[in-house]
């Protein structure tokens, strides 16, 4: 916004700064005036200031706020000769140095806390990739979670190269990771993605529904000392047909102990019964 007024009063070769000849005459110019303040900016910057159409107000508001933050130019002066040159659009960059704090307290913070070191490191290994899939996303979204921990909320920040707008979400726990076209294809392709994911598959009721269904497991399965296990099984969803495809050359399998210790015991005393039944039968 700046830039645009200083390039439209470049175009009128700052004539509204020019003080008036007969005040001049008159020994009643201002020393520190907006004319005296714009000849020594046009000084300053030398050839390049000199150029016709140089925008020389959105330079010299560069060069203000630099000095600014180095201490050589109070707050009160810089806000004064903002409001000369912006008039009453100068309220925008009155708190630009607090904004300047405020962000430099955020990169302290991300290059101490390790916590956004790893979060950081993350960002960076995504957007190596020209183009994300929903699983590099999904896998993003939930390895952050994994490092933020349950206590902290965890936020999306999308930028939009065209439009040049960023866009902050906070993301519950219960939100998709990919927010796709909205059509029945793209809704359908992202819960496929993340079905076949180890990480929880979304796009499925909230536990504690009516729709959630529980997995029933029998109880002699429940206890188990030691089980291993490898999922690399690989499968095709159709679209049209809803039909499952195994690939070939890969496998799912589980090992594990058949009997616990517990139910061992339960068998023994359970076959011990039994004999004294049939003894006393047999007596």
């Known amino acids: 916004m700046c830039k645009t007024i200083g390039a439209k009063l470049a175009g009128e070769k700052h004539v509204s700064f020019l003080e008036n000849p007969i005040a001049i005459e008159l020994g009643l110019e ?39 933050f180095d201490s050589e130019l109070d707050q009160a002066t810089f806000e004064e000769h903002m409001r000369w040159f912006f008039g009453n659009k100068a309220y925008h960059i009155f708190t630009l140095d607090k904004l300047i704090t405020a962000l430099v307290k955020q990169v302290q913070t991300i290059m101490s806390d390790n916590k956004c070191q790893e979060i950081w490191s993350m960002m960076q290994h ?19 979670e994994r490092v933020i921990g349950a206590e902290d909320p965890l936020y999306r920040l999308e930028w939009n190269c065209r439009q040049k707008r960023m866009q902050i979400q906070l993301v519950w726990e219960s939100d998709p990771s990919v927010d796709g076209a909205g059509d029945a294809v793209s809704r359908w392709r992202e819960y496929v993605d993340s079905y076949l994911m180890n990480y929880p598959t979304e796009w499925l ?24 296990s490898r999922n690399e099984s690989t499968i095709r969803v159709s679209l049209g047909t809803y039909k499952l495809f195994y690939e070939a050359g890969c496998e799912d399998y589980l090992v594990r102990e058949r009997y616990s210790h517990g139910l061992y015991e339960r068998a023994k005393n359970r076959e011990e019964e039994r004999r004294r039944y049939f003894s006393r039968v047999y007596i």
């Open 205 to 228: 009721p909230p536990e504690g529904s009516e729709e959630t269904r529980s997995a029933v497991f029998l109880r002699r399965c429940s206890e188990t000392t030691a089980a291993e």
């Open 126 to 144: 995504m957007q190596r990739h020209e183009k994300a899939s929903n699983r590099d996303v999904m896998r993003y979204r939930r390895e952050a």
């Open 30 to 68: 201002d020393p520190n005036g907006p004319s005296a303040v714009l000849a020594q900016a046009i000084e300053a910057l030398g050839d390049q200031g000199s150029n016709e159409g140089s925008n020389v107000v959105y330079m010299y508001l560069l060069d203000a706020c630099e000095k600014v």
